[in-house]
């Protein structure tokens, strides 16, 4: 935490005095005499508080608290006031001043104020940093989501693993973000301004995979399920890689790669060359704590997708999740927050006892939902989206018991 305090007042004796006793209590004062000396240190980084006399020539500590609002409304100003003063500072309150304090000022009343406002101002600014790095730097933070020590660890690992610089065979169950965890891994390495190229494997002859190589010179080349790669293009590659490629490569995999090398189903020195770097994705099963967040994400994503407002999430609906099992990992748990956004039953309790011409109505009834909500409920340029008459557009709405009004968000006519 930051000890700086920024004293404006223009009686010296006043600055001088205040200065002694922060020196007193381990605090670091920076002084000024009006708002002209004291405004080059009032920026969105300063990282202390202000304490202001509101009495003072030109321009006061009225003024001084409005520029420092405008320039950080975050950044605690605290006023002195003089005898006669305190209604002036109540206003001052409310216009954002963070506390106000009698003059002469007691430490004892003084240094708890500041102190408070100290945490308050370190708090700030570490929460504006760990956003920064969830913006920018930390491509783990930001897409890869779970409070799980699993899901932690994975984030370290990959952290570790992006920094090494060297090829990485990423595994895991079906449907766990085999990619999402390689798009990650290039965005976080030094070739992460480079380009991202993604391949399947099954794809790549020897000649798809030196364009793939070429296209990716200078960032990524993400291989999906690398045990599908020819067996020429495993030799091919394995040879490009250890003769100075200049794409970093990430190869994906939801098998056991060291059983298929072993079973010779796999070129056993490729497989040893990826696996100096490997990072695995656990499965839902493992870490079902994270199930929640995921959740919550998804739904969020597919209400924005499909323009409609997102429902609540009833705690038991929750515990019903997590006590499921996932076997198609994050990408059917994404599935189930699309059904849930648009009002469809949850696949696992309830679809599988639906008959074909059940599930087609589901499947109608969430593509009526969809098209409403982007259209904002306005059923008639809703049924055009969907090609359709407006009689049997509305015919549809009345036989689902959907009321385009509840697809109207407020703001938009």
Known sequence: MSTDVLIVDDDAAVREALAQTLELHDLAPRV??????????????????????IRMPGRDGFYLLEHTRKTDAELPVILLTGEGDIPMAVRA???????????????DALLPVLTRALQTRALVLENRRLKRQLETGDAAARM??????????????VRRVAAMGTDVLVSGPPGAGISKVAEVLHLMTPAGRGPYVKQPAAALDVDALDEALAAARGGSLFIEE???????????????????????LIAGTTTDLARTAQDGRFYPELYYRLDVAPVRIPALSERPEDIPVLFRHYVAQAAEQSGIAAPDIAPDHLARLM??????????????????????????TRAADLGLSEQMAQVERSLLIAALGRQNGRASEAAKALKLPRKTFYDKLARYGIKPEDYRRGGEG
Do not use: Y
């Not at 002209?36 to 300063?46: N, V």
């Open 93 to 107: 309150m409310g216009k954002g001043a963070f506390d106000f304090l009698e003059k002469p000022c007691a430490p």
């Open 32 to 53: 000024a005499g009006s708002f002209i000396e004291a405004k080059d240190h009032i920026t969105p980084d300063f990282p202390g508080v202000i304490l202001s006399d």
């Open 144 to 157: 890869l989501f779970g409070t799980s020590k699993l899901a932690e660890d994975l984030r370290e690992r």
């Open 226 to 248: 690398i045990t599908a790669l020819p067996p020429q293009s495993q030799h091919a590659l394995l040879d490009r890689l250890e003769d100075g490629a200049e794409a970093r």
């Open 323 to 348: 006590a499921q099992d996932w076997p198609g990992n994050a990408r059917s748990l994404m599935s189930a927050a699309m059904r849930f956004v648009l009002g469809m039953p949850d696949e696992v």
